[in-house]
């Protein structure tokens, strides 16, 4: 079967098939098979039929890419784009989405979902209203739910996220079976229990395509200083040579050399040890940079740190290594994107940058300046990025393969202590390595010095055998879910909905198990020994702990919860704060606590959104921001607000929710200056801190601007605050924080 050209792969072709006879899918493949061409066939037989379709993605970077790639393809008059900070063209055929806003979209309406045309969107008022500056993700609707095809959902194995999986398990509860799902999803050990689930709840059979293997394969080997680059057999052999050259006291001086370079480690072979210092510390980027031949880029070099990505792109462009690199770089070509760029955003490239730029060696990181990350973005698809540092989240979805991924290390902090990559991360990030139709492999680079080899041996061999661990619910709603449920349907109804998550599909099988086990003990006989009694009662421990309605007991609490503060009547009816809460989507309970306590009622728009600004970002610990001139007033209302931040119902709501509010009152003024119509740069100039802290500015005043949105739904019969945010919303959005091209 052929498909734009190109002859589909097995897989591939299993699943277009699927999607011909009307069938929902879920493609599990490695990262950088091609999984995504599915997906784009079902969006080209849709939009033919003259029907609309829907893309979930679970990032922005991931968003932005689809968007600019689906604009270009199919005209983008044709093309949506709705994410938690940018809405364009709402109502096109095709929308790409954050999977939290269509989730929040079926979650609206108090009835079947059914949506409206602008005119009827609230009332006659606001549909002139509805432009790009005063349009805001939680206004989006399904305007006509009968033409809605399918949704995609990329990367469905999100659901095991800790922080944002239960929105995946929400969407396709809430999603009408009638709509057909196309999942994508990176290599499960547990692909058929997910598929069962969604077959399950989808009351039809979703048909499960599988390929295990990659069309370009992957080559691991290991780097540094000492030994240069090995495979990992050969690497564990001069590891174990110095383990016992060190105990016979030869220490580093040991014959024969022991030292690998570049590709002879498939000969077995050793040769000289890179270039540059000897010195006793750890192996450094440079040292891996130092033993890539020519042939071995693009790189994508992946540490987890923002700071980092910075330092070792500027350390490697100071280098002679870097400079070598440089010269292979389309120099011309990288200038004259440059020049484009700075016609269209002036003084946004420091000198120092565009130096490193013109070389093809850059940095990618959330936090970047959003025109930033877009140029280079862009550079990296055009293929004139030779080395690129980059976070983790450069691998999530993102189709930027490289000729190599480095790994500067196999392990990363999580936010508590230091962690081993999980299987799923790592091929997530190595299957980056090879370009199909250009390279005849990718090669996997890490880099990891002979001292520590012991301490990772388990992490090592547990990754490089690939074996992905299994996808496993963490569903937990959130406030705004348990009263738009209650709002919507009675306890009932509500109660089967959660017996129909993935949760509790999965207690279901482990309660299965172990009444199997117990089953097993019982036809062994003797179940009277000493022995067995106690393993049966452990066992059915374990079956009653299984089989308790956990989720029901945990929305219980949360309605309980809310009942104590009023915002429930006892017989779970929404008042006033309930009807306050449904309409907010983000810092729930803080912000809903803020309108209640009139905290945000006498603040100018500006200072609204300044509020609002503290409440949509944090800021690192390094960060310093500039104490405003008029301090006394700012502090006072930091004052009001963190009074509300420290309260019980906060602090109650934190706990139950698993998760922390956010109140960053260093942010707020800021917020105001941007508001006011001060420049990013002046903005940025506040702040001091080791890294670009542009990207979360800009993330920041998005996501403030749809929280302001959202207030002021709620003061809707307030025609002068209204007609104020709206003002806002519109000076607010500017052009320096709306580039996704």
Same mark, same amino acid.
């Given at each position: ?571 779970? #009816?929404?008042? +006033?704060? /309930?009807?306050? =809460?449904?309409? *907010?989507?983000? @810092?729930?309970?803080?912000? !809903?606590? &803020? ?76 917020? #105001?200056?941007? +508001?006011? /119509?001060?420049? =990013?740069?002046? *903005?940025?100039? @506040?702040?001091?801190?080791? !890294?670009? &802290? ?48």
């Amino acid at each position: 079967m052929k498909y734009n050209g190109l002859t589909l792969d097995r897989f591939q072709e299993e699943a277009c098939r699927a999607i011909d006879a009307g069938k929902s899918v879920l493609v599990s493949a490695p990262t950088g098979t091609g999984k995504t061409m599915v997906a784009d066939y079902l969006i080209e037989q849709t939009l033919n039929d003259g029907r609309e379709i829907i893309y979930t993605a679970p990032i922005k970077a991931l968003s932005n890419q689809k968007y600019r790639e689906y604009s270009k393809r199919f005209g983008s008059d044709k093309v949506g784009l709705v994410t938690g900070d940018m809405v364009i063209n709402p109502y096109a055929p095709l929308r790409i989405m954050t999977t939290e806003i269509l989730r929040n979209i079926l979650l609206q309406e108090s009835n079947d979902i059914e949506t409206r045309d602008d005119s009827e969107a609230i009332d006659d008022e606001i549909a002139d209203e509805l432009d790009k500056t005063t349009f805001i993700p939680s206004d989006t609707q399904i305007r006509d739910l009968d033409r809605l095809e399918a949704v995609i959902i990329d990367e469905i194995h999100f659901l095991d996220d800790p922080d944002r999986g239960t929105v995946w398990e929400e969407l396709l509860i809430y999603l009408p079976s009638s709509i057909r799902i196309c999942g994508l999803s990176a290599t499960l050990s547990n692909m058929q229990e997910f598929a069962e689930w969604l077959s399950e709840i989808r009351e039809t059979e979703v048909k499960v395509v599988i390929e295990e293997q990659r069309s370009v394969p992957l080559q691991f080997t290991f780097v540094n200083k000492e030994l240069g680059r090995l495979s990992p057999k050969n690497y564990k052999k001069q590891v174990s040579k110095l383990g016992k050259e060190n105990r016979d006291g030869g220490g580093r001086g040991r014959k024969g050399g022991g030292r690998g370079r570049d590709n002879d480690y498939k000969k077995g072979k050793n040769r000289k040890a890179p270039r540059g210092k000897r010195g006793r510390g750890g192996s450094s980027h440079l040292d891996v940079f130092d033993v890539l031949e020519g042939d071995h880029y693009p790189a994508l070099y992946f540490i987890y740190s923002r700071k980092m990505t910075e330092m070792l792109s500027a350390q490697l462009a100071d280098s002679n290594i870097g400079r070598s690199i440089g010269g292979r770089a389309d120099k011309r070509e990288l200038k004259k994107h440059i020049a484009d760029f700075e016609a269209k955003h002036p003084k946004v490239l420091s000198r120092k940058l565009k130096t490193q730029l013109t070389m093809g060696i850059a940095f990618h990181h959330a936090g970047l300046h959003v025109a930033i990350k877009s140029l280079v973005e862009g550079l990296y698809e055009a293929r004139l990025i030779q080395v690129l540092y980059c976070t983790s989240t450069f691998a999530l979805g993102i189709n930027m393969p490289a000729r190599t991924v480095v790994f500067d290390d196999i392990t990363k902090f999580n936010g508590v202590e230091i962690v081993p990559l999980s299987v799923r991360e790592f091929m997530q990030m190595a299957g980056r390595a090879g370009r199909r139709g250009i390279d005849a492999h990718g090669d996997v680079v890490i880099k990891l010095d002979p001292k520590s080899y012991k301490e990772h041996e388990e992490v090592i061999a547990k990754l490089l055998k690939k074996e992905s661990e299994p996808v496993s619910s963490s569903f937990n709603l959130s406030f705004n879910s348990v009263v738009s449920l209650l709002d919507r349907y009675d306890e009932k109804k509500i109660r089967r909905i959660l017996e129909r998550s993935f949760k509790s599909h999965q207690l279901a099988l482990r309660a299965d198990t172990l009444s199997d086990e117990i089953e097993d003990v019982a036809d062994k006989g003797d179940v009277d020994s000493k022995a067995n009694r106690k393993k049966v009662a452990h066992l059915k421990r374990l079956l009653n702990d299984a089989k308790r309605p956990r989720l029901w007991e945990q929305f219980q609490k949360k309605v309980v919860f809310l009942q104590s503060y009023d915002y429930l009547t006892e017989h779970m #009816e929404l008042n +006033a704060p /309930g009807r306050i =809460l449904k309409n *907010i989507q983000f @810092e729930e309970i803080f912000v !809903t606590e &803020l309108i209640l306590a009139g905290t945000l009622e006498h603040l100018t728009p500006e200072e609204l959104f300044g509020v609002m600004t503290g409440l949509s970002q944090n800021l690192p610990r390094t960060a310093r921001v500039s104490r405003p001139a008029d301090h006394e007033r700012w502090d006072k209302i930091i004052d009001d607000v963190e009074y509300i931040f420290d309260s019980d119902i906060v602090y109650g709501a934190q706990q139950l929710a698993g998760n922390e509010s956010t109140c960053t009152g260093q942010l707020m003024p800021l917020g #105001e200056m941007w +508001a006011e /119509g001060k420049s =990013l740069a002046e *903005i940025i100039n @506040e702040i001091d801190n080791p !890294t670009d &802290l542009s990207g979360d500015l800009i993330g920041a005043f998005r996501r403030a601007k749809d929280l302001v949105g959202q207030v002021r739904k709620i003061n809707w019969e307030d025609v002068e605050r209204r007609d104020a945010l709206r003002d806002l919303m519109r000076r607010v959005t500017r052009d320096e924080v709306e580039v996704v091209s």
